[in-house]
């Protein structure tokens, strides 16, 4: 999709499409018509999920611009529901996207990592809350 001025276009070949396409396995803790929701393979935290949409967006403004509302709902919810499936609600947890090279995106699939099962660090070293 990528429609939006200044992204980059969809690669078919990244690893989440892979994933998606089942040529990649992945530990899988949800999967519905809308996304799919599996363990990090370098997690940064006890609990590192990553949950992406089925669809071929880079980012959450290429998401955000050119999905279905019934696909970006679904996301959402799938992105609530999976954190309270692992617990992780009641003592809480970080929910982040990354965009484009200085944000830190791996993989140009727009993406939410779920971190959880510790006190999680400062977002930005430095910044007062």
Same mark, same amino acid.
């Given at each position: 999709m990528s429609g939006t001025t200044?992204?980059?276009p969809y690669d078919d070949n990244? !690893?989440?499409a892979k !994933?998606?396409?089942g040529e990649i396995p992945?530990?899988?803790v949800h999967e519905d018509e809308h996304a799919i929701a599996f363990h990090d393979i370098n997690p940064q935290a006890p609990v590192h999920v990553l949950v992406i949409p089925r669809g071929r967006y880079v980012s959450l403004a290429d998401f955000s611009a050119n999905a279905s509302?019934?696909?970006i709902a679904g996301f959402w919810?799938?992105?609530g529901r999976v954190a309270r499936e692992l617990g992780l609600e009641e003592r809480g947890y970080r929910a982040l996207t990354n965009m484009g090279q200085e944000g830190?995106?791996?993989v140009p699939h727009f993406h939410?990592? !779920?971190f959880g099962g510790r006190r999680l660090g400062r977002m930005v070293p430095g910044v007062q809350a």
């Open positions: 200044g992204l980059p990244n !690893i989440f !994933i998606l396409r992945s530990k899988r509302e019934a696909e919810r799938a992105v830190g995106q791996e939410v990592h !779920i």
